[in-house]
T-cell receptor
Framework: DAKTTQPTSMDCAEGRAANLPCNHSTISGNEYVYWYRQIHSQGPQYIIHGLKNNETNEMASLIITEDRKSSTLILPHATLRDTAVYYCIGANSGGSNYKLTFGKGTLLTVNP | EPEVTQTPSHQVTQMGQEVILRCVPISNHLYFYWYRQILGQKVEFLVSFYNNEISEKSEIFDDQFSVERPDGSNFTLKIRSTKLEDSAMYFC?????????????FGPGTRLTVL
């Protein structure tokens, strides 16, 4: 699995866009970039994933650079409930041994 | 929206006792996983399970651990003789692997406290 690097923490004002970066320079061609978040000690919550194209769903947008060495998760209008640890994970979800390797993630704090 | 459920939410046990943590995966999912998170540490992969057998397991998943799908809905993690260091949150996840890109969905977790 690709090693990912994320900032330890970030702050964002409520209502503003939160842009969370992730470096994954060792990601292989068949590994997807997954984003999960964990609010307090709850179970990790799936947000979005992508291979090389930008993706958008009802929660967030994922921008992946053309060389696939980095990506940015965008929460367009952050709310206080978006305060959580955000994990960027590279994983081969089509492989027989598909597992998620969590790092320390980014603690996003959304401030009023 | 379908979700993974886990019981109990909190389990307290004495060291050396056996515990069984239960999970009900999303109904059409075929792949099942257990992860754990010791307080203040990362979420760690324990084991994956498909077609009634273990697909992969981590170094943490030693002989004290076992998994089972006893019926069509439950997926269990058994720890035979608990140790203090087994105290952690245990998360179950499931996925369906229908497409080439798959997504694991996690349950709310069981907090295991070993005294």
């Amino acid at each position: 699995d690709a090693k990912t690097t994320q900032p330890t923490s970030m702050d964002c004002a409520e209502g503003r866009a939160a842009n969370l970066p992730c470096n994954h320079s060792t990601i292989s061609g068949n590994e997807y970039v997954y984003w999960y978040r964990q609010i307090h000690s709850q179970g990790p919550q799936y947000i979005i994933h992508g291979l090389k194209n930008n993706e958008t769903n009802e929660m967030a947008s994922l921008i992946i650079t053309e060389d696939r060495k980095s990506s940015t998760l965008i929460l367009p209008h952050a709310t206080l409930r978006d305060t959580a640890v955000y994990y960027c994970i590279g994983a081969n979800s089509g492989g027989s041994n598909y597992k998620l390797t969590f790092g320390k993630g980014t603690l996003l704090t959304v401030n009023p | 929206e379908p979700e993974v459920t886990q019981t109990p939410s909190h389990q307290v046990t004495q060291m050396g006792q056996e515990v069984i943590l239960r999970c009900v995966p999303i109904s059409n999912h075929l792949y099942f996983y257990w992860y754990r998170q010791i307080l203040g540490q990362k979420v760690e992969f324990l084991v994956s399970f498909y077609n009634n057998e273990i697909s992969e397991k981590s170094e943490i998943f030693d002989d004290q651990f076992s998994v089972e799908r006893p019926d069509g809905s439950n997926f269990t993690l058994k720890i035979r003789s608990t140790k203090l260091e087994d105290s952690a949150m245990y998360f179950c996840a499931s996925s369906n692997r229908v497409t080439i890109s798959d997504t694991q969905y996690f349950g709310p977790g069981t907090r295991l406290t070993v005294l």
